[in-house]
């Protein structure tokens, strides 16, 4: 190899990419991007996955990220090529997944002129990252890639874009390691101050009617924020709710489990929240699909909340106890706290809340009408997950009402299991996050349950999938309906089902086989259980289109402005269809 | 509850890295999460450092501003972040440079004016002059106010700088 100083920008790109520990990179070439291209074809350390869109490329950096802890990378062109990234980008900075996006840019001495392909990428991109830089130089270009990947990865993590024009890739310039980057004014903090922790202890002790409530900070934090959540929920006896992003945080099978919250959570653990009298939010952001509506939200509850992001705190909702910090670094202190302490819950309340509890799980809150003409979209999950929950499966979703069934009915045990567009609903997320997970753990049973307008929105991912040999499951509860759109307007616009019906699907039978996948179909219930089989024995890429009822809605259900305590259980509850005037403005 | 609905003025003080885009990053958070912008000053203070100072005068609830606070130091760039109403005295000033143009009476009444606000006149003519003005941002007003039915014809204001009272730095 050159001497350290005389590399060209793509070389040294490269490197500082191998250097932190990059493996995989997914992108799109194009003009702008081209000698970097050019520096990947000649080394073979780093592998490329070739998409098919640009979107796709940051999904998948999101889906590998997600299910490995580790920070996600991707390559684009210039121009088109990052606008297209912009989605993924924004997915990913909403759910706080640690992405370094790699952009081409017109050369500089052409920035501003309105080039071929130009776009202003940090501009576009500055609201929807975490962070972004345009190297001008190319000796800055070795520290920007180390400080980008710490950037990502450090705090709360999100997506970093690095612009490169491109006579910056071609010059000549000296490469520096990572260990000689330091960064000048971003460190967080991670160690939760004491006094905070310790008054937490306090409150915690003498709660009656307490609830744990963690959600995707604990799976970013990382196993060792599970585990710790784990001893700290059977050390306490304390019930416990997890939030989308949160599922697999604590395993789903532990007996203290209320099922998710908020707005298809479950009635137990939405009744539990809004009834709690200690609550503790670890990891979580009280965001508006938990809530409700904020001002009848947990109204005797006095609050714990621990957050890595300083500005998470106190702005929806306002707490007692706010604790800044890592989840893992905090619930550490915690339990030692509370050893020390020696403290005992007070039993006699405990298990007076517990029968409370019990007595709204005995609701069965996620029942449904079984049917054997038709098969239920519910139904569909449940078999899925049971005929598949012994095989560690990676379960991606789509954006709509098959993710809340998947949400609410398959269990997931383990963090790092679920890869689902929580905070931006990004429909088309599944199938190339499937892809990233399947490039991650080549041998694992990967799982995109989707439905069948989601799917079509990145199904050139097919292709992808087919170039790369992934095996990558696609299993479609296909209603012909955009069908959380549809269940708004039945609920909230006196069913005027305006532009949710798709009367025209492709065949995902045939599709499959174009794109040198397996189609399979179920349409009743008694075909379900060996099409799932086959799907899953099957070693290659496989659409399972499954027909489901299209009358079917996801309940339990707080409506957009409703209150914890105003859930609607099922369709005898529509009947009385609140059309609330707040809840029609919000979405 | 009242207490944190009523709406208060901050000056906050903003000590960030002097690279291109950081002032974007400010303005497009408060754009961004609908957070007023009353003023907004910014400038190098340690060249050595490669440092720039943004004083934000900003109004909001107490938990906006906590918010706002927040927010502004998560931004990468960003080394720190003081509310200067909050945290102790604090000294503000701004400066005004105010052209007025008149004659007879009204020209000596604007230098009368000028004279009692400590306003200097750093250009004249035979029919104009351009004042200076330092102070608090209300002795502008007032001083702008005065001069307008006096031939008041451009007002060009720097916005709100401010440093804490006492020897501690930001």
């Known amino acids: 190899m050159a001497p350290e100083n005389d590399l060209n920008g793509s070389e040294i790109l490269l490197k500082a990419l191998v250097d932190q520990g990059v493996e995989v990179i997914f992108g799109y070439p194009g003009g702008a991007v081209l000698p970097i291209y050019d520096e990947l074809f000649k080394q073979n350390r780093l592998r490329h996955i070739l998409v098919r869109h640009e979107q796709a490329a940051l999904h998948a950096a999101e889906g590998y990220a997600r299910s490995t802890g580790k920070v996600g990378c991707a390559l684009v062109t210039s121009g088109p090529g990052s606008t297209n990234a912009v989605t993924g980008l924004l997915d990913a900075m909403l759910d706080s997944i640690p992405l370094v996006c790699l952009t081409g840019q017109v050369p500089t001495h052409l920035i501003g002129n309105d080039a071929f392909q130009e776009a202003d990428t940090t501009g576009i991109t500055r609201p929807c990252t975490k962070h972004n830089y345009l190297v001008k130089d190319v000796n800055d270009l070795a520290r920007v890639v180390h400080e980008a990947f710490y950037v990502a990865k450090s705090g709360r993590p999100g997506p970093v874009v690095i612009d490169l024009p491109k006579d910056v890739v071609t010059a000549k310039g000296r490469y520096v390691g990572p260990a000689k980057v330091r960064h000048k004014s971003y460190k967080p903090q ?109 109204p005797h509850s006095k609050k714990i909340h621990i957050d890595i992001d300083p500005s998470s705190i106190n702005k929806n909702v306002a707490v007692e106890v706010p604790i800044v910090g890592d989840v893992a670094h905090v619930l550490e202190d915690l339990i030692r706290i509370w050893k020390t302490k020696q403290v005992r819950p007070d039993d006699k309340a405990l298990k007076a809340w517990w029968k409370t509890i019990d007595g709204w799980r005995a609701r069965e809150c996620l029942r449904y009408k079984p049917s054997k003409k038709m098969i ?4 569909a999950i449940e ?81 992808t999938l087919a170039q790369h040999r992934l095996p990558v499951k696609i299993f479609i509860l296909n209603n012909q309906y955009l069908g959380m759109v549809r269940q708004w307007q039945e609920l909230l616009h006196g069913g005027r089902y305006s532009e949710s019906h798709m009367s025209a699907h492709p065949d995902f039978v045939k599709l499959a086989e174009a794109y040198g996948a397996v189609g399979l179909r179920a349409d009743k219930p008694s075909d379900l259980d060996d099409a799932i089989r086959t799907m899953i024995s099957t070693p290659r890429a496989v659409i399972l289109d499954v027909k489901v009822d299209p009358s079917e809605n996801v309940f339990p259900m707080i409506p957009a402005g409703a209150a914890h305590n105003e859930m609607l259980m099922g369709p005898e509850d529509e009947a009385e269809k609140p059309e609330s005037e707040d809840g029609m403005v919000l979405v | 509850m009242s207490k944190h609905q009523h709406q208060r003025r901050h000056t906050i003080a903003v000590l960030v890295d002097n690279e291109p885009g950081v002032l974007a990053r400010v303005i497009g958070l408060f754009s961004g999460r609908g957070y007023n912008i009353e003023s907004l000053t910014v400038a190098e203070v340690a060249a050595k450092d490669n440092l ?119």
Not at chain 1, 231 to 237: D, E
């Open chain 1, 190 to 298: 991670v160690k939760g101050d004491a006094a905070a922790i310790e008054k937490a202890v306090e409150l915690m002790a003498h709660a009656k009617r307490p609830l744990l409530y963690a959600g995707g900070g604990v799976i970013n934090s990382g196993p060792a924020a599970s585990e710790l959540l784990t001893q700290l929920v059977k050390m306490s006896g304390f019930p416990f709710t997890l939030t989308l992003m949160g599922l697999g945080a604590v395993p789903a099978a532990d007996p203290h489990y209320l099922g998710m919250v908020g707005m298809h959570g479950t009635y137990e653990a939405n009744l539990a929240m809004h009834d709690c009298d200690v609550m503790v939010c670890i990891g979580a952001r009280f965001d508006d699909r938990v809530t409700g509506k904020i001002a009848a939200f947990a």
């Open chain 1, 376 to 379: 239920k979209p519910q139904y």
């Open chain 1, 383 to 463: 078999r899925l997950y049971e005929l598949t929950k012994d095989k560690d499966p990676f379960i991606c979703t789509e954006v709509g009402q098959h993710q809340m069934w998947t949400a609410q009915l398959y269990r997931f045990e383990k963090p790092k299991h679920l890869m689902t567009s929580g905070g931006l609903g990004t429909m088309g997320y599944g199938l190339p996050a499937a892809m990233g997970v399947q490039v991650a753990h080549p041998d694992a049973l990967v799982i995109d349950v989707a439905g069948e307008s989601s799917i079509q929105m990145n199904i050139q991912e097919m292709a």
């Open chain 2, 52 to 170: 720039s100072r943004i004083t934000i005068v900003t109004s909001g609830t107490a938990m906006i501003i906590e918010q706002i606070k927040a927010q502004l130091a998560r931004l990468v760039p960003i080394h720190r972040v003081s509310d200067l109403t909050m945290d102790g005295p604090a000294v503000e000033r701004e400066l005004a440079l105010v052209k007025v143009a008149a004659t007879g009476e009204k020209r000596v009444e604007s230098l009368r004016i000028a004279d009692i606000f400590r306003a200097r006149a750093v250009d004249s003519t035979n029919e104009s002059f351009v004042f200076e003005i330092v102070g608090k941002s209300d002795k502008i007003d007032a001083f702008v106010k005065l001069m307008e039915p006096l031939g008041l014809n451009d007002v060009s204001r720097t916005g709100v700088v401010a440093i804490a009272r006492g020897p501690r730095p930001l």
